[in-house]
Nanobody, 116 residues
Framework: VQLQASGGGLVQAGGSLRLSCAAS???????????MGWYRQAPGKQREAVAT???????NYDDSVKGRFTISRDNAKGTVTLQMNSLKPEDTAIYYC????????WGQGTQVTVSS
């Protein structure tokens, strides 16, 4: 599975960004069976889960983003999206999408920088 993440950038605190992760065309047939997630890694910190969505559509969020971030998926397009609102400087990190289906695949990461 190849995952292509996009949508990062620089935004002021309180702003919004929308991250998107697209699976390669050859993977879209079974994309609906993948559990998907967004993770982030800030400088000097370990990578952490931000939001996940199972193949059944069940979602889970880290406490730090609950009420601000929303994860969704479009199985027909083979995409998973992370809508990020009310961004804070502490959300600054490289964001990675991840697919799980027995094995684990990672996208290349996209930088999100929130200025105060």
């Amino acid at each position: 599975v190849q995952l292509q993440a996009s949508g990062g950038g620089l935004v002021q605190a309180g702003g919004s960004l929308r991250l998107s992760c697209a699976a390669s065309r050859t993977s879209r047939i079974i994309f609906k069976d993948y559990d998907m997630g967004w993770y982030r890694q800030a400088p000097g910190k370990q990578r952490e889960a931000v939001a996940t969505i199972t193949s059944e559509g069940n979602t889970n969020y880290d406490d730090s983003v609950k009420g601000r971030f929303t994860i969704s998926r479009d199985n027909a397009k083979g995409t998973v999206t992370l809508q990020m609102n009310s961004l804070k400087p502490e959300d600054t990190a490289i964001y990675y999408c991840r697919a799980t289906y027995g094995l684990v695949w990672w996208g290349q990461g996209t930088q999100v920088t929130v200025s105060s």
